[in-house]
């Protein structure tokens, strides 16, 4: 692990994984001009030991990797309960469809692909760090408690009939936006507009893993289809 630049200013810790050390040195200085603390690794595997000990609000991480490649990498950070808040974003030039799915399948909040301009790259994670503190200014502390399903805002926690599940952050947020008003339909577009930003470019298929997942860990019946429309939560 390399130890930070620091900067008096400093808000956020953001862990970059890369096995390419150029791009890792000129993002990494970028973003310390912003005042972010920074961390690097090289590869999947130093990637979880440096997160394990700095505790990032964020992780931009390449998906071809050696040693343990950003899918791997991805899912290993999302079964650490103590990473369950942090963000993770690809960073990839690995750009299709399939790739992408792949990375939301296993977690990630994000996907950028390179090459990306790095006034983009930096407004990008800025517009997405904002959503920490927007998600717990705008949170109920607990919404959907007879419906089965609590979600618990300000702790980040889910109870699906009196179990607790581990949500990772796009899918915590979706759930908790479809629960807050049961019985009614929201449309993608507003989905997409609250949990990714009007700002964001994602796929057409984006929402549809993300409902899929969630209906894995909490049951086919209560998120329900509006064909071209959007979704609503049925208790």
């Known amino acids: ?15 970059l994984v890369d096995d390419e050390v150029d ?7 970028n973003l310390v001009r912003e005042g972010y603390e920074v961390y690097t690794a090289q590869d999947g595997a130093e990637a979880l030991e440096t997160a394990a000990q700095c505790r990032p609000h964020l992780i931009l991480l390449d998906m071809m ?14 079964r650490n309960p103590e990473l369950r808040h942090t963000i993770i974003v690809f960073l990839s030039a690995l750009g ?7 990375g939301f399948d296993v977690g990630a909040d994000d996907y950028l692909t390179k090459p990306i301009k790095m006034k983009l790259l ?12 927007n998600a717990t200014a705008e949170s109920p502390a607990e919404t959907g408690g007879q419906s089965g399903i609590t979600v618990d805002g300000e702790r980040h926690t889910v109870r699906c009939n009196g179990k607790e599940i581990s949500l990772p952050r796009k899918e915590f947020a979706l759930l908790e936006l479809l ?8 449309s993608r577009e507003e989905i997409y507009a609250r949990i990714w930003g009007t700002g964001v470019v994602v796929g ?4 549809d893993v993300h409902i899929r997942k969630l209906r894995q860990k909490i049951g086919e019946q209560r998120i329900v289809t ?8 049925e208790p």
Do not use: H, W
């Open 23 to 29: 791009i890792l040195e000129f993002i990494r200085y």
């Open 96 to 102: 299709e469809e399939e790739q992408q799915l792949a």
């Open 1 to 15: 692990m390399r130890p930070p630049i620091r900067n008096r200013d400093m808000t956020y810790r953001i862990l």
């Open 179 to 186: 629960v807050q008003s049961p019985g009614k339909l929201i």
């Open 122 to 133: 930096i407004s990008r994670l800025q517009a997405i760090l904002k959503r920490i503190d």
């Open 65 to 78: 990797m050696p040693r343990m490649d950003g899918i791997e990498t991805c899912r290993a950070i999302r």
């Open 226 to 233: 509006v064909k071209g429309v959007g979704y609503k939560y």
């Open 204 to 207: 057409d298929r984006t929402i």
